[in-house]
């Protein structure tokens, strides 16, 4: 049972996990746990609310950054961590002093990091600017999500239709036409089966059949009706293979308590480890919309967010899939460069965003946008530099291997931070 | 008008309430639209002396050592045992509307404090709410008014106010832009100065005012004059609040939220369109009253019409307490049960955990509420309620009595089969899915045939397990 202060700290920075697998796995199959040598698995990483970019990836040697931050700016003297090691990665540029173990990871070159990312006429509304980047259209953010996209186009020649999958609601990104949902969060996934009355356990089996019977019916396309259903069936017979997942799931690798991410994170690596057809993967982190009061909140969300992905990749070691995996992260938008009277900061624009894995070409991508006065835009934003569906091309174009024009519907050069 | 069908009074009670048992909803169908649906809006005339009794002698809220979760309880123990079902659906819907979270709040009563306030003022002038919730020290602090000052105004709630609380960014029926990145700086500037001032008094008591109380602080306030949707005036918070409560916009935003809550999803079909018109009449000829908006949506034809039907997805909240007020369930006497945690941490695993909305623009409700987790939560509620044999269960709250179960068990299988899905909707079902749930009565536990019996073995093994199937249906999940 949750104690309030559970409660409460899952509001704060809730993190849940969805994924897509293929339909097959659920049906039966003979069950192969060997990940193919040449799996390819995504996970995208939204956090929501509109991270401060700059203060994530921070200019230090720019005097307009300071100009802009008078109390919330870091100077170079304060990029290090409790126990006095550097966080800076270049003679521009260093990492806020909470994110220790992504230096590390940068220093290994598997941390990507791509600045100035965003799109033209940018929208100072957190759910506008969110529609754009799950849909990848700034011009009318309407219709299904890139990624639901490319499940229906990319792996509609399996069996049947795909899985989509999140927790509580549905990511816009993950939306599509063929796609239903299967999802976790750590805090449900033990009850992630299909319950009948324990005093008859003879009845189960009539019940399970008049269950799927029911669920099956045919419903209008489209309708309500036609999701729930069909949903339920997928509930139902996933419920199995998810809880076979976990059952053979173990580790040496210890994880952050107290850490929704990196709960989430683990629930991923469960997946991953156990159905080989899982390869497609999305979670969120909440609470980034930092109007006042930044610097604590920022703190320990990023504080987080280190600590999740280091434990996450030593998870990913243990179980021989460190090579198979791409994490991208994002946020639908930075914050405004000028703090506020409030000890914050209001929404953004253009920002930094982070790519991480083995297969990633570590380093600095993008340009940062200029923050002096006359670069600004009128409402005192940066400009953008990096379309962010030209992180989407890379990411399809040369991870997923699949033509990023019929996602995307138009060309957009890949980053170099993948081969 | 005496016109009303016991379907009728159903999805009457179903969206203005939770939905009830037979004998409320024929009493309900007996007064005609207009009656029924004036006894459901005009609900200050039904006493709640028992209610407020019982939960505050349930809820140790007003002293120390406040439980972990007990304003989910006390929220969720009001649902379900209040006389006045409409008061409580307006607040929910106030609730989901003016989304704030306790994860913010710096004292988690504040939040408790504001569903009160949501409450008062749940139907009168919109002008009257949306300042009482400018004014609540909850929101205060969640959209980070207390840090809005002069010189360094905070847009965080001047943006949400026209975004998400009254007009939307465009214009529900012409698509125009309703403001302009400058309105929403001088709005903010509107409302500088507004905080909230530390009483220091703790615990929470319904009849007294909470620990945090708002104030204006003069000399943080903003007084130069502002331009906003292009009128130039030295304008304050207060004088903000009528301009939006006066726009046609806001008019229309507010309709279009109300039918798809009570009514059904409104497209941008001219038709549509019209309709959102019509009411927004109502709205501006009536001093904004929500009352008589909500009273005109309710006995309207569109509310009675063909689409209407089942054409909304149950909330978590709406499952739940829908279910245990139809279901007559047992608390016990002194009501203790009401209290018993895990009921409302199926809430939690539908995706809906009150006084926690996943952001600003509250839960995305209809098809947002539905994935495989949340329908498996949903399937797991039914069969824990209905297998919850007796009253006090070492570790789950409400229970079915067979007694209870035997008012609808009937000679057959097919007759049975025929009352629970009555009772649970009125669901109506195509004839494959009538057969399977009649043969499922008519099946020993070896998969066998077996004689349909009305007794009690019969009810304890096979009706428990018909209760779960049915709200096992797509169709149930439907409001």
């Known amino acids: 049972m949750p104690t309030r202060r559970e409660f409460i700290k899952r509001a704060a920075g809730a993190a849940t996990v969805g994924l897509i697998i293929p339909r097959s796995l659920l049906q039966a199959r003979p069950y192969s746990a060997a990940a193919a040598a040449n799996r390819r698995i995504l996970v995208v990483l939204q956090f929501i609310g509109g991270n401060d970019g700059l203060n994530t990836v921070i200019p230090y040697s720019d005097d307009q950054y300071h100009r802009l931050r008078p109390t919330l700016g870091f100077k170079e003297g304060d990029l290090k961590d409790d126990q006095g090691r550097s966080t800076i990665i270049s003679d521009r540029f260093g990492l806020h002093p909470s994110l220790t ?9 598997r941390v990507a990091i791509v600045q100035g990312v965003g799109y033209p006429n940018p929208s100072d509304s957190h759910f506008t600017s969110s529609d754009i980047w799950h849909t990848g259209n700034p011009g009318l953010p309407t219709g299904n999500g890139w990624l639901g996209r490319y499940a229906d186009l990319a792996l509609a020649d399996q069996t049947g239709l795909q899985i989509v999958a999140e927790t509580f609601t549905i990511p816009r990104s993950l939306s599509a036409d063929k796609a239903i949902a299967v999802s976790f969060s750590s805090s449900t996934l033990t009850s992630y089966a299909f319950q ?30 036609d999701t729930i259903s069909r949903d339920g069936i997928d509930a139902l017979r996933s419920a199995d293979e998810i809880a076979k997942a976990i059952d053979g799931y173990s580790s040496t690798v210890a994880y952050p308590s107290g850490n929704s991410l990196a709960d989430a994170f683990k629930v991923v690596v469960e997946i991953v480890s156990g159905v080989p057809e899982a390869n497609l993967l999305y979670l969120l982190l909440s609470d980034f ?7 604590d909140r920022h703190r320990s969300l990023l504080s987080e967010f280190g600590d999740a992905v280091k434990a996450f990749y030593d998870d990913l070691s243990v179980h021989g899939l460190a090579d198979n995996v791409v994490m991208m992260q994002w946020s639908e938008f930075g914050r405004r460069p000028e703090e506020n009277g409030s000890a914050g900061t209001d929404h953004g624009a253009a920002s930094s965003i982070f790519v991480i894995g083995n297969p990633v070409k ?30 989407y091309a890379t990411v399809l174009d040369r991870w997923l291997n699949f033509d990023s024009r019929l996602v995307l519907g138009g060309e957009f050069p890949a980053l170099d931070f993948l081969a | 008008m005496a016109d009303l069908t016991y379907a009728d009074g159903a999805h009457l009670l179903r969206r203005a309430g939770f939905g009830g048992p037979p004998a409320e909803i024929e009493s309900l169908a007996s007064l005609g639209r207009q009656g029924a649906v004036d006894r459901l809006i005009d609900y200050e005339q039904i006493d709640t002396g028992k209610m407020d009794r019982a939960l505050k002698a349930l809820l140790p809220l007003g002293r120390q050592g406040f439980l ?25 819907f106030w609730h989901n509307h003016f989304a704030t979270s306790e994860s913010k709040a710096s004292f988690y009563m504040t939040m408790l404090y504001q569903i009160l306030t949501l409450r008062q003022y749940a139907l009168g002038r919109f002008d009257d709410l949306l300042l009482a919730v400018a004014q609540d020290p909850a929101m205060l602090t969640w959209l980070d008014g207390i840090s809005n000052v002069a010189g360094r105004p905070n847009e965080n709630f001047a943006r949400e106010l026209q975004e998400l609380f009254t007009m939307g960014t465009i214009d529900a029926v012409t698509g125009e832009t309703n403001y302009s990145e400058q309105d929403v700086k001088e709005i903010a500037r509107a409302f500088t100065g507004w905080g909230i001032a530390d009483t220091g008094r703790l615990g929470f008591n319904p009849k007294k005012p909470g620990r945090y109380q708002f104030l204006i602080r003069d000399e943080l306030h903003d007084s130069g004059s502002k331009t906003i949707y292009g009128r130039t005036a030295n304008f304050s918070g207060e004088d903000v609040v009528g301009i939006i409560a006066a726009r046609r916009s806001t008019a229309r935003f507010l309709v279009k939220k109300l039918f798809t809550f009570y009514v059904y999803p409104l497209s941008d079909s001219a038709e549509d369109k019209a309709t959102v018109e019509r009411f927004a009449d109502v709205y501006m000829d009536n001093d904004h009253s929500i009352r008589e908006l909500a009273r005109a949506i309710l006995s309207s034809d569109e509310f009675f019409s063909d689409r209407a039907r089942f054409a909304l997805v149950k909330s978590p909240a709406e499952l739940i307490v829908g279910s245990l007020r139809t279901l007559g369930v047992d608390y016990r006497d002194d009501g203790a049960l009401l209290l018993q945690r895990p009921m409302y941490y199926a809430s939690l695993a539908m995706g809906m955990t009150l006084f926690q909305p996943p952001d600003v623009s509250g839960w995305k409700l209809n098809i947002g509420w539905i994935n495989t987790a949340t329908l498996l939560a949903r399937y797991n509620f039914a069969n824990t309620l209905i297998t919850n044999r007796t009253p006090s269960p070492p570790e789950y709250g409400p229970a079915v009595s067979n007694d209870a179960l035997k008012l609808y068990t009937k000679a057959t299988a097919q007759d049975t089969v025929a009352s629970l ?9 195509d004839s494959d899915t009538m057969d399977r749930l009649t043969k499922y009565l008519e099946t020993d536990s070896g998969g066998g045939p077996s004689p349909f019996v009305n007794d009690d073995a019969t009810i304890d093994r096979k009706i428990r397990g018909l209760v779960h199937q049915i709200m096992c249906l797509p169709q149930f999940q439907l409001n």
Do not use: C
């Open chain 1, 362 to 391: 570590g380093g600095l991508y993008g340009d940062e946008p200029s923050l002096a006065p006359g670069d600004l835009d009128p409402v005192g934003n940066p400009r953008f530099t990096v379309d962010f569906r030209a992180v």
């Open chain 1, 101 to 109: 173990k992504i230096k590390d990871l940068y220093d290994q070159g």
């Open chain 2, 68 to 92: 972990a979760d007990y304003e989910q309880r006390w929220w969720f123990a009001r649902m379900i045992t209040t006389p006045r079902p409409f008061e409580e659906k307006m607040t929910l």
């Open chain 1, 196 to 225: 009948t009355d324990p005093q008859y356990p003879a009845d189960r089996e009539s019940q399970v059949g008049l269950f799927s019977a029911n669920n099956s019916s045919m419903f209008p396309a489209g309708s309500f009706l």
């Open chain 1, 289 to 295: 919309d930092t109007h006042a009061q930044q610097a």
């Open chain 2, 421 to 429: 899905l009555n009772l649970l909707g009125p669901i109506s079902v």
